[in-house]
């Protein structure tokens, strides 16, 4: 049986294709984009007080959602087909690929470990903040009545 990194290793050394990390990456990135430029040209349309008719009715897509909808598309296109960014996204993918990913027990170690630092820190800095406020707030004000 397999221990858990050699797993992670063979999972990062399988035969998937970064151009198919790409495309994914394409599709993802556009369909967020899509979705915030619906709510932008909702809200121009709104703001300027230009009809937007319902085009399709089940779905409630307007004009801005349509146009919002085209552009991501356009730009997610565009971007996949530009040789330049293309080639980059590529050459990410490959090195990603290239990745040894922590395992589940180590990425545990790791939170903890992270967890009882920030913990030991905001003790410590609570303890500074509370000497601090009161030398300057209680001890040197009563210190400097008595002089």
């Given at each position: 049986?397999?221990?858990?990194?050699e797993a992670s290793q063979q999972a990062n050394r399988s035969a998937m294709d970064p151009k198919r990390l790409?495309?994914?990456?394409?599709?993802?990135?556009?369909?967020?984009?899509?979705?915030?430029?619906?709510?932008?040209?909702?809200?121009?349309?709104?703001?300027?007080?230009?009809?937007?008719?319902?085009?399709?009715?089940?779905?409630?897509?307007?004009?801005?959602?349509?146009?919002?909808?085209?552009?991501?598309?356009?730009?997610?296109?565009?971007?996949?087909?530009?040789?330049?960014?293309?080639?980059?996204?590529?050459?990410?993918?490959?090195?990603?690929?290239?990745?040894?990913?922590?395992?589940?027990?180590?990425?545990?170690?790791?939170?903890?470990?992270?967890?009882?630092?920030?913990?030991?820190?905001?003790?410590?800095?609570?303890?500074?903040?509370?000497?601090?406020?009161?030398?300057?707030?209680?001890?040197?004000?009563?210190?400097?009545?008595?002089?």
């Open positions: 049986m397999a221990t858990a990194s790409v495309v994914i990456f394409y599709l993802l990135a556009g369909i967020i984009l899509a979705l915030f430029l619906e709510r932008v040209f909702g809200l121009l349309w709104a703001r300027f007080g230009w009809g937007d008719p319902i085009l399709v009715e089940g779905m409630d897509w307007k004009v801005s959602t349509l146009i919002g909808y085209l552009l991501a598309v356009g730009i997610a296109v565009g971007a996949y087909f530009h040789p330049r960014t293309h080639a980059l996204s590529i050459d990410v993918a490959s090195e990603l690929m290239k990745v040894t990913w922590p395992t589940w027990s180590e990425t545990r170690t790791s939170t903890m470990a992270v967890v009882v630092a920030s913990l030991v820190a905001a003790v410590l800095l609570s303890f500074i903040d509370t000497v601090a406020y009161k030398l300057m707030v209680e001890w040197l004000p009563a210190l400097w009545g008595t002089l």
